[in-house]
């Protein structure tokens, strides 16, 4: 059964950081590609980064990029998100996918399983 669960989240000032982490199991980690995705109330679900197989390959969001860090630790079957100077509009829920799909890693459609998401909340 494939799980993936997300920790990490909660309420921050601006200009804080914060790490998210995202535990997955049930599947071989390392033959998926991972993802964060963010969605704020009254908004559609966003694609925040991306990063490929061997964690060689990120990818970044317009507006998440230069603070926020993917990564991966795949003999832990860990993802992570570091998320530095952050802003009210980083409020959202945040959530982690993967995908075995050879399409854009931003490709939101692609990602066939999902956490549950974490809550940050970003005040100003």
């Known amino acids: 059964q494939v799980q993936l669960v997300e920790s990490g989240g909660g309420l921050v000032q601006a200009g804080d950081s914060l790490r998210l982490s995202c535990a997955v199991s049930g599947f071989t980690m390392e033959h998926y590609r991972l993802g964060w995705f963010r969605q704020a109330p009254g908004t559609e679900r966003e694609f925040v980064a991306g990063i490929n197989w061997s964690g060689t390959f990120t990818y970044y969001s317009e507006s998440v990029q230069g603070r926020f860090t993917i990564s991966r630790d795949n003999a832990v079957n860990l993802v992570y998100l570091q998320m530095n100077d952050l802003k009210p509009e980083d409020t959202a829920v945040y959530y982690c996918?993967?995908?075995?799909?050879?399409?854009?890693?931003?490709?939101?459609?692609?990602?066939?399983?999902w956490g549950q998401g974490t809550q940050v909340t970003v005040s100003s």
């Open positions: 996918a993967c995908t075995s799909a050879f399409g854009h890693i931003k490709d939101m459609a692609q990602y066939a399983f």
